[in-house]
């Protein structure tokens, strides 16, 4: 089965850059989606289909993808951002979706 | 707006059946999206469980599909979850959620999520 690889942590000083990476056999032919989860609540999309970003989320999270890795980047970082990030991608070889384990971002 | 709520028993004894609905408003279950099943065992990651289309067309985990079974009411804009055979790993929050619809050929992304119900598998 396909395995996304996510660090488990990652953390950041207020205003600074967060890179979350999510690594994955031939991720590059894969569409990478992106949610933020914070304590107590469901899921939410932050990025879709690689680089593109839903309504309401801020312009300081992109993605893109390189190689084997796909990355989260958020800008200009708040205390808010603090959460736990996932990457999905589909398993196109047979239909299934597939979560990284997930990476937890602490705003120092 | 689009809004999807679990339903269903907080605890299931072991090696018995998880049933859950989710209702959904805001939206048709008849459209042309996918329905989906997500848990997070506590502390844990997130785990795919299974998608249903409301023709009744089903995909599920590999790791689950001899436990899983998902089904569609129209009529209540419900779809529901069974899983047999619980055991104590299966204790989790389960999110019942809205796959978007696809723009192209490229799999799209989940756009609606309920607030997640807790089962807890104990005797």
Redesign the interface.
Known sequence: SYILTQPPSVSVAPGKTARITCGGNNIGSKSVHWYQQKPGQAPVLVIYYDNDRPSGIPERFSGSKSGNTATLTISRVEAGDEADYYCQVCDTSNDHWVFGGGTKLTVL | QVHLQESGPGLVKPSGTLSLTCTVSGASISSDNWW?W?RQSPGK????IG?IFHSGRT?Y???LKSRVSMSVDKSESQFSLRLTSVTAADTAIY?C?RV?VPGGE??????Y????ALVTVSS
């Open positions: 989906t997500v990651g997130l785990e795919w998608e995909n985990n590999a790791s999110f959620a978007s490229l799999p799209p992304p989940i756009d999520w309920g607030q997640g």
